[in-house]
T-cell receptor, first 116, second 114 residues
Framework: GAGVSQSPSNKVTEKGKDVELRCDPI?????LYWYRQSLGQGLEFLIY????????KSGLPSDRFSAERTGGSVSTLTIQRTQQEDSAVYLC??????????????FGEGSRLTVL | AQSVTQLGSHVSVSEGALVLLRCNYS??????LFWYVQYPNQGLQLLLK??????LVKGINGFEAEFKKSETSFHLTKPSAHMSDAAEYFC????????????FGAGTRLAVHP
């Protein structure tokens, strides 16, 4: 597609369950980011993938959170044993950054996660 | 480490009035600065950016921002608000040279009333 695609758009789960959120970046984009948007908290950086380099995981809030990017394209964010405080909108963004970070990110519409 | 502070989580203006959204940053090295906008039910999109050169930068839809190093600010302005400007606006900073990720502020929700 032409833009960043995220699925599901909405996910309601019970506390303690695992969830997977998917991101399809723009074709040819080398960099992929995950951010979390909580009410009143702005955008919280979670993880950054750039080409074949080791990902920057410095923003992951706990070891219940993990992400992978297969074949340099699609990414999956996994949250294990979900807690109510994990409820938020999870945003994926991609960018063409063959040499260095550009800051010009293209965002998907997000996956809204609600943990009951 | 970089950080961004946006003063005012909600701003309300009348249609036709000046829009001023405030952003202050903290960076130990010269920053690159950005404003992103999120319209209702849409993803974020880049509004404008400052990297080097002219400190007054112009973006889409009549918005502009001025980098003031002495004030560590990058406030966003528009001379005359339009109803369609109602959205959430995010200021962001990154290390110049492109060696670090983009850090966002908490956002300011702009309401425009008739």
């Amino acid at each position: 597609g032409a833009g960043v695609s995220q699925s599901p758009s909405n996910k309601v789960t019970e506390k303690g369950k695992d969830v997977e959120l998917r991101c399809d970046p723009i074709s040819g984009h080398t960099a992929l980011y995950w951010y979390r948007q909580s009410l009143g908290q702005g955008l919280e950086f979670l993880i950054y993938f750039q080409g074949n380099s080791a990902p920057d995981k410095s923003g992951l809030p706990s070891d219940r959170f993990s992400a992978e990017r297969t074949g340099g394209s699609v990414s999956t964010l996994t949250i294990q044993r979900t807690q109510q405080e994990d409820s938020a909108v999870y945003l994926c963004a991609s960018s063409f950054e063959p040499h260095r970070v550009s800051g010009e990110l293209f965002f998907g519409e997000g996956s809204r996660l609600t943990v009951l | 480490a970089q950080s961004v502070t946006q003063l005012g989580s909600h701003v309300s203006v009348s249609e036709g009035a000046l829009v001023l959204l405030r952003c202050n940053y903290s960076s130990s090295v010269p920053p690159y600065l950005f404003w992103y906008v999120q319209y209702p039910n849409q993803g974020l999109q880049l509004l404008l950016k400052y990297t080097t050169g002219a400190t007054l930068v112009k973006g889409i839809n009549g918005f502009e921002a001025e980098f003031k190093k002495s004030e560590t600010s990058f406030h966003l302005t528009k001379p005359s608000a339009h109803m369609s400007d109602a959205a959430e606006y995010f200021c962001a900073v990154m290390t110049s040279g492109g060696y670090n990720k983009l850090i966002f502020g908490a956002g300011t929700r702009l309401a425009v009333h008739p």
